[in-house]
């Protein structure tokens, strides 16, 4: 019997999320049965799109129930098992939630090999974050050499990776970041150019910078950031829409992007993906990015954040305040 | 020397066009030179899009400039020709602009056969709006049998043609249109079924006749009807945009489709285009459609208002009002 401590989700919050949201209770986990095993969780990722699972709404998947624990992607290693696939002392990644112990029948589970990079990385660029912008820019984007990309919360955990994969492919890319600290990073891991969208107009920068228009917007924030990239176009360009982050806490459905009809104008395309549309393409992309981390063109970034799973809350906080640069995760003391 | 009257760009609308908008003058015309010719015209096209080419703005095409000859599509006769392509007698469609007579060097003007069809339906079905309904369907919304297809404007020119052009292909047509009498005509072209905007609520009737969504939303009007249809959409949807009626005399941009974070959601792409993009597949669409005419699979219906250039801010004005069924013409007295 091993005894755990988890967040559960104590009510749903209209906003931002605060302390009433959550709930951390202690509870005995059973010994795993036969086709189950221990995991041992030691970092847990926090995600925009959690934000998402917290409304009691029909999306792409369901709601996370009042008292249940909070859905989360995970790190740990194998302390017991009754699965003939996974052994004690395997290091792991799946969707355990947060907790510091989890029971697992392997389902969605993956053996990764933490000798190269960190658990934190398979949590970023080798895990969800880095899939969602290969995925996104490969099938959604159609990405090709000399495209000029651009790219919003491209200090985040996808955005950074999403921007050195594009300058890997040969194309320009600029990215949208929110203070000085920020655009200063993405100049160091190669973006041509970076717009602070806290001190600057994007909306004219964009024009300054790319006055031929954009192939590519990969956006992450929807809001006024989606607009200005929209009326900044180009011929047959690809927006993708990874996610929305700042009308997540809006307490009412946010205004859409009103300069729409530049799809019409620009013949663009505006397209919504998940990660998990392209599983087959998961395998592939991930050795394609493990080699650009390998040879340096690929920097994954983590912002770690430590405590016990009680710290959650506060902690997920940070994503839409912009605390965090690259992949924002919580290690489990 | 021919005399003609024709209707210019006064001064730019803010809103609603209205008398202030345009000027008729009264003109000689000098003798066709060498390599042009004169057309004596008979049916004026009245477009929605019209009313962003009254805007300064940066668009598909350049704006109408103020004194200019207002432009529109036509059709009409060849009266003196120093063209070898085209002589006295031939009936011709080409953008003549708001004119009784019109000097042509023949750039963009085709002939037409009148025999089968008459003039108004080479404005209409088998003119721009039938292209736009025909490429918009293929080339964008890749439509396929079984699709369920909703459109809005379902009783305008484009709408009309394809709704009917759905149905011919095998799917499921739902069209959104104004007023019981149009819904009753959709119902009478094929039409599976129609939801009347100005009487009920578009958004619980899709959810009731197309539980399991939409496939494809062919969208003239924006607004509220595109988040209807957004909140609606299945798995791999196709939004075409072709058009926004409902926002272009707005003074202000119009809010956007709150609704889009749908495309990520049901994994959806929103395309805009121009009816223009896809000159090399003109012939054989015109050739497609008119064979569905002959088979009496596809109704061309146009509203003809009679009387002369001078009647063209007033007759544009019927589309904004949705007084038309199938194409608005004017026919030049």
Redesign the interface.
């Known amino acids: 019997m091993t005894t755990t401590k988890r967040t559960t989700l104590a009510q749903r919050p209209s906003g931002l999320p605060d302390d009433s949201t959550w709930a951390t209770e202690e509870v005995d986990l059973p010994a795993p049965a036969d086709g189950e095993f221990l995991v041992k969780i030691d970092h847990i990722s926090l995600d925009p799109a959690m934000r998402g699972w917290l409304n009691d709404v ?3 998947v369901p709601p996370v129930q009042i008292g249940e624990v909070m859905r989360a992607a995970g790190t740990g290693t194998v302390v017991e098992s009754n699965h003939p696939d996974f052994a004690e002392g395997d290091a792991v990644t799946g969707t355990f939630g947060v907790t510091e112990y989890a029971i697992s029948n392997g389902d969605g589970v993956q053996k990764i090999d933490t000798s190269q990079v960190g658990p934190a990385t398979w949590l970023g660029a080798l895990g969800m974050p880095g899939l969602t912008a290969y995925h996104g820019l490969h099938e959604v984007g159609e990405m090709k050499e000399g495209d000029i990309v651009v790219i919003s919360a491209a200090a985040g955990a996808v955005g950074s990776v999403a921007g050195q994969l594009a300058k890997a492919k040969g194309c320009t890319v600029i990215g949208i970041a929110g203070g000085a600290e920020k655009c200063a990073w993405l100049k160091e891991i190669g973006f041509d150019e970076a717009i602070d969208y806290k001190n600057e107009n994007v909306l004219k920068r964009l024009r300054e910078i790319a006055p031929k228009g954009i192939d590519i917007f990969f956006d992450n924030v ?1 809001g006024d950031i989606l ?1 200005a990239a929209l009326a900044n176009l180009r011929h047959g360009a690809r927006v993708i ?4 982050v700042s ?1 997540y806490n809006d307490e009412k ?22 990660v998990f ?1 392209y599983p087959e393409k998961d395998a592939a992309a991930i050795a394609d990015m493990s080699e650009l981390i390998s040879s340096g063109k690929l920097v994954a970034r983590e912002t770690v954040v430590e405590g016990g799973v009680e710290k959650f809350g506060e902690t997920l906080l940070g994503l839409f305040e912009g605390r965090n640069t690259g992949k924002l995760v919580l290690k489990v003391a």
Do not use: E, H, N, W
């Open positions: 029909r999306s792409y929807g607009d829409i990874c996610g929305a009308t459905l946010a205004p859409g992007p009103k300069r729409y009809m530049s799809l019409l104008v620009f013949r663009a395309k505006m397209q919504g993906f998940l549309d």
